[in-house]
């Protein structure tokens, strides 16, 4: 006859174990509903709240410019010769009075010796008869005469001595030169361009403003601009106004001067400027995305005893994210800022996050 045996030990403790983790994971599983459903059954649709403070608003306008350079000069021959070298290259910088082109002067040094030779001779005549009339040996007449020779050709050396200036070409300013449109052994002929020069240490912008607003920018005023393909935020300085108002576009034209020291804003390029008209240091601005448009302007959603108000409102100044509210609302109030669109008018509120 077979006896049963007891279970060993260690057999009866892993049963124990396994017994234990499956009444607690049985009360997790049955927690985990109720706290949901805790949470569901919370009153109020859930939102994020913006409470309304005062703070500084500035008034700005948003205005197209155009970059000019400080000084830029086309360069060109007054004579009509030869271009013997030039001694500048493409897009290099060069200072004040630096030789860009020298054109042939070998017939004006000719000239030049002629005319020094004759100084000389008249210079003697005027000599020898001033010292004959100081004895009575000469005539007046003779000597006024000669006199006159002598400053004719003095005149005459000093004007050759300017033509003979003009064919070197030298820089007016320092600055930075353009393309080279002509070579050595190129005949230039008057006003025709040879290349330009421009001084952008410094850089000009030029814009025009709406004449309503033509009293709130004078020169002193500090303005802040962008280009095309920069997202640098650069300072310019209003140097002067126009003196009249174009009647065509009723705009008045300003100049600013703005810092230019790596050459990156370059003469031409388009500007984006933000005019600061005025600033508001008490105005009232709530977030962007709380604004609800429609047909007859905006609204928002505020908060009054846990219920939702939707509030009519006036909007001014916009910036990326944020709203300046001129009527609607006060300091204090508390605006809705998400969940709207499950919102309505008297709606319980539930605030999940306060800004």
Known sequence: MNRLLPPPLSLLLSFSIIAFFDACTSRANQSEPAASAAIAAAPGIPADVHVVSPGAVQQLIEIAGTLAANQEVSISSELTKKVVSVPVKEGHRVAKGALLFQLDDADLRAQMERLRQQEKLAALNEARLKDLIAHDAASQQDYDQAATNLAVLKAEIRQLETTI??????????????????????????????????????????????????????????????????????????????????????????????????????????????ISLHTTNDALQIPSQSLMPSADGYSVFLVKAGRAQLTPVVVGQRDAGRVQVTKGIQAGDTVIVSNQLRLSPGADVRVVNLK
């Open 165 to 274: 200036d003009k064919t070197r070409i030298r820089a007016p300013f320092s600055g930075r030169i353009g393309i080279i449109r002509t070579y050595p052994g190129a005949l230039v002929s008057p006003n025709a361009p040879l290349t330009t020069i421009v001084d952008d240490a410094q850089i000009k912008v030029e814009f025009a403003v709406p004449e309503k607003y033509a009293n709130l920018v004078n020169p002193g005023n500090r303005q802040l601009f962008t280009v095309e393909g920069d997202s640098t935020r650069y300072n310019a300085t209003v140097i002067s106004k126009e003196s009249f108002v174009d009647p065509g576009t009723r705009t008045l034209l300003v100049r600013a001067i703005a810092a230019n020291p790596n050459s990156k804003l370059v003469a031409g390029q388009s500007a984006h400027l933000a």
